[in-house]
Structures are given as structure tokens and as C-alpha cells.
């Protein structure tokens, strides 16, 4: 079992930034890959992007510049760096993790861009 929690959601003010953090515990396996995607009201879930465990990141294109995936080495922890955040976009930002068979969904964090 792996569990999956995110945190650091809030309100921001639109064109400001946020970070997102993903930890992922448990039984990780030695390869893995931690994605995030985002889902609003109405709208069908998105990827966004995601890391790997040899540390190789990957972008959705349209956001390519604007949002930036790390990690720490060693915790299983992964951040996205939100820039520019577009307003009226109130997205529920999920984290999963996934080594092959195993998938882990995490409860998902609020990210409501308004002024």
C-alpha cells in the first residue's frame, strides 16, 4: 500500500504563484512515477505533468513555462510550482503515483485563482 496526501492548496490571486506539494508513503517501489492533474468544476480530469524516479520531469505543453514539477530525493516528495495562475479556474489539483500494477490516488487539494 502506498498512501498518497497533497497539501498546500489555497486561494491566489490571479497571475500569482502557489506550490503544491505531493507526499507519497508506504511501500515505494525503486521505480516510480508521481503525476499531478487537475480537474475542474464541470471538466474532465487533466494531466499536468509528473516525475519519474530517476528524476525525469514532464510537462503538459500549454503550461510548459508556467508550471515547474521537483522533488526531494530521499522522502518521496514532489512540489508543483504554479506561476501566472489563470483566474476564474477553481481546479482540484490530485496527485497519483503509480509504479506499474499500482496506482494511488491522493484526496486531491483546492486551488481557486480569484481576486
Known amino acids: 500500500q502506498v498512501q498518497v496526501v497533497e497539501s498546500g492548496g489555497g486561494r491566489v490571486q490571479p497571475g500569482g504563484s502557489l506550490i503544491v506539494s505531493c507526499a507519497a508513503s508506504?511501500?515505494?517501489?525503486?521505480?516510480?512515477?508521481i503525476e499531478w492533474f487537475r480537474q475542474a468544476p464541470g471538466k474532465k480530469r487533466e494531466w499536468v505533468g509528473g516525475?519519474?524516479?530517476?528524476?525525469?520531469?514532464d510537462v503538459e505543453n500549454a503550461i510548459k513555462g508556467r508550471f515547474t514539477i521537483s522533488r526531494v530525493i530521499g522522502n518521496n516528495t514532489v512540489f508543483l510550482k504554479m506561476d501566472n495562475l489563470e483566474p476564474d479556474r477553481t481546479p482540484v489539483y490530485y496527485c497519483?503515483?503509480?509504479?506499474?500494477?499500482?496506482?494511488?490516488w491522493g484526496q486531491g487539494t483546492q486551488v481557486t485563482v480569484s481576486s
Open positions: 497519483r503515483y503509480g509504479d506499474g500494477p499500482n496506482v494511488y
Open positions: 508506504g511501500s515505494i517501489s525503486s521505480r516510480y512515477e
Open positions: 516525475i519519474g524516479s530517476g528524476g525525469i520531469t
